[in-house]
């Protein structure tokens, strides 16, 4: 069966530092890959999605990145972190574009 | 953009009641998915409906896909406290660029 590794489950960062947060799947090859950010425990925004290994795809400008070394991984960094950029991040994966998202269970980004 | 309005957005109901929530667009989506998160972790996948006036029943739990494809339904016959949590919709367009949009949620709390 699939399964999803998304950590570290919570993060505390001050304004300035860089950060990454890592998500793994298992289980599946070439995964449709996305990066949500839920703010307050309500709706979901698309950060980034990515169809295939060094192919990404950015839904909002703003202060992160996103990189897929391996098949099955996905990273989302920052050089320099902001008071806005705390959140809920969600790491989620997909058998094909139209195929029924599978999330894991988040980090919880507080940054001071 | 397409838009999708969820109400209501908070819900507290007692053991046993029944209970609809809405999901709402000005735009048509090619499919409509429902997903309930808890606290602290990942949504989870309910249900998919495709078909314009599709029904869909999950135990106590039936989603119905309005005829036009703007519009979904999840109804909850006798709530049990397990089904607290956040409930999802999501929209998937058409064509090439697809994508999901999701709504900003409905909290339900079911209380004992």
């Known amino acids: 069966s699939q399964t999803i590794h998304q950590w570290p489950a919570t993060l505390v960062q001050p304004v300035g530092s860089p950060l990454s947060l890592e998500c793994t799947v298992e289980?599946?090859?070439?995964?449709?890959l996305y990066w949500y950010r839920q703010a307050a425990g309500r709706g979901l925004q698309l950060l980034f999605y990515?169809?295939?290994?060094?192919?990404i795809s950015s839904e909002v400008p703003q202060n992160l990145s996103a990189s897929r070394p391996q098949d099955r991984q996905f990273i989302l960094s920052s050089k320099k972190l902001l008071l806005s950029d705390s959140g809920f991040y969600l790491c989620?994966?997909?058998?094909?574009?139209?195929?029924?998202?599978?999330f894991g269970n988040g980090t919880r980004l507080t940054v001071t | 953009t397409q838009l999708l309005e969820q109400s209501p957005q908070f819900l507290s109901i007692q053991e046993g009641e029944n209970l609809t929530v809405y999901c709402n667009s000005s735009s048509v989506f090619s499919s409509l998915q429902w997903y309930r998160q808890e606290p602290g972790e990942g949504p989870v996948l309910l249900v998919t409906?495709?078909?314009?006036?599709e029904v869909k029943k999950l135990k106590r739990l039936t989603f119905q896909f309005g005829d036009a494809r703007k519009d979904s339904s999840l109804h909850i016959t006798a709530a049990q406290p397990g089904d607290t949590g956040l409930y999802l919709c999501?929209?998937?367009?058409?064509?090439?660029?697809?994508?999901?949009?999701f709504g900003k949620g409905t909290l339900l709390t079911v209380n004992p």
């Open positions: 999501a929209g998937g367009g058409g064509g090439s660029n697809y994508k999901l949009t």
């Open positions: 989620a994966w997909s058998a094909a574009t139209r195929s029924p998202l599978h």
């Open positions: 990515s169809v295939g290994i060094g192919q």
């Open positions: 289980g599946t090859s070439n995964p449709n």
């Open positions: 409906v495709v078909t314009g006036g």
